[in-house]
């Protein structure tokens, strides 16, 4: 149980382009998603957390109009890169909790998002 | 503010020997405590948490954590090691005082060798 899904799993695109990244919690309603953002050895980065049918709260220093982020439903959040350039490359995270505060977060394989 | 130390950039075990990866935290409040692994190019996995009750919590692959309150230590183990336990272990805390915001340590890659 507690499966979350999050595609694509790699992209690739030039410059200037806007990347569309979707989570889904397969076989629970997540109350909280989370988008972390990973750079190579390194910890999680915590972007945003968005409730379904909230704004998303986002991290100091996360530019909100770049990193779109919509938690339409309890079982989807998708965060969109919008005009993405090289320096936004990364892996991306996805993470859902179900219930309060004693539940464990539960992530998604990630994105590995290369910017041309 | 909240804070979570794994002290270790790197843990070398021997296949069958037993493995101790370190955590320690900085909260205020009661803190709920996680360990998750994460394997190359993919997400973290949960592995098992501490809520209340019993000091010792058991968790998936035969991993095991022991929370001390004193030493504000929540340290992974592993009584034998396999070399498919290498990846990259992170603690994580939450607590009422950081508005139950979960923070990750910095992560503790582990080595066993055959």
């Known amino acids: 149980g507690a499966v979350v899904s999050q595609h694509p799993s790699w992209v690739i695109c030039k410059s200037g382009t806007s990347v569309k990244i979707e989570c889904r919690s397969l076989d629970f309603q997540a109350t909280t998603m989370f988008w972390y953002r990973q750079f190579p050895k390194q910890s999680l980065m915590l972007m945003a957390t968005?409730?379904?049918?909230?704004?998303?709260?986002?991290e100091q220093g996360v530019e909100k109009d770049k990193f779109l982020i919509n938690h339409a439903s309890l079982t989807l959040s998708t965060l969109t890169v919008t005009s993405a350039h090289p320096e936004d490359s990364s892996f991306y995270i996805c993470s859902a909790r179900a219930g309060f505060m004693e539940e464990p977060q539960h992530f998604g394989d990630g994105t590995r998002l290369s910017i041309l | 503010a909240q804070s979570v130390a794994q002290p270790e950039d790197q843990v070398n075990v021997a296949e069958g020997n037993p493995l101790t990866v370190k955590c320690t935290y900085s909260v205020s409040g009661n803190p709920y405590l996680f360990w998750y692994v994460q394997y190359p190019n993919r997400g973290l996995q949960f592995l098992l948490k501490?809520?209340?009750?019993?000091?010792l919590v058991k968790g998936s692959y035969g991993f095991e954590a022991e929370f001390n309150k004193s030493q504000t230590s929540f340290h992974l183990k592993k009584p034998s090691a396999l070399v498919s336990d290498s990846a990259l272990y992170f603690c994580?805390?939450?607590?009422?005082?950081?508005?139950?915001?979960?923070?990750f340590g910095a992560g503790t890659r582990l080595f066993v060798k055959a």
């Open positions: 968005s409730n379904e049918g909230s704004k998303a709260t986002y």
């Open positions: 994580a805390v939450r607590a009422g005082g950081g508005g139950f915001k979960t923070i």
């Open positions: 501490y809520i209340t009750g019993d000091n």
